[in-house]
Nanobody
Framework: QVQLQESGPGLVKPSQTLSLTCTVS??????????WHWIRQPPGKGLEWMGA???????YYSPSLKSHTSISRDTSKNQFSLQLNSVTPEDTAVYYC??????????????WGQGTQVTVSS
C-alpha cells in the first residue's frame, strides 16, 4: 500500500517561498512508469494541477505556474518537493501530492496524500 504524506509550513507570508515535501512510503518514486504530482485546491474552487516529476526525474509544469514553480526530488529519502516562489494570498489552498500513471486519456491517479492547508497571509 503506497502512502503519501505532505509536510510543510501552514502559514507563509506574501512574497516568500512556499516549500512543501511529499514523503512516499510503500513504493519507490523511481519505479517505472509513475508520475508524482502536486495539485492544489483553493477555497471554494476546484482542483488545480501544478506540476509533476517522473520516475526518471523529468519535470512538467502548469503553464500558468511555471514561472514561479519548481519540483524536485530526493531519491535517497523517497521524497519529492514543491517550491512556489513569490507567493500571494491567491496561493492559499489545500496542497496535495499524488501518484499517477500516464494513460491513453491522461493522468490516471491512484494514490493521494491527505492534503495540507497552506495560508498566505501577513
Amino acid at each position: 500500500q503506497v502512502q503519501l504524506q505532505e509536510s510543510g509550513p501552514g502559514l507563509v507570508k506574501p512574497s516568500q517561498t512556499l516549500s512543501l515535501t511529499c514523503t512516499v512510503s510503500g513504493g519507490s518514486i523511481t519505479t517505472s512508469y509513475y508520475y508524482w504530482h502536486w495539485i492544489r485546491q483553493p477555497p471554494g474552487k476546484g482542483l488545480e494541477w501544478m506540476g509533476a516529476i517522473t520516475y526518471d526525474g523529468n519535470t512538467y509544469y502548469s503553464p500558468s505556474l511555471k514561472s514561479h514553480t519548481s519540483i524536485s526530488r530526493d531519491t535517497s529519502k523517497n521524497q519529492f518537493s514543491l517550491q512556489l516562489n513569490s507567493v500571494t494570498p491567491e496561493d492559499t489552498a489545500v496542497y496535495y501530492c499524488a501518484r499517477s500513471t500516464l494513460g491513453d486519456t491522461g493522468y490516471e491517479y491512484d494514490y493521494w496524500g491527505q492534503g495540507t492547508q497552506v495560508t498566505v497571509s501577513s
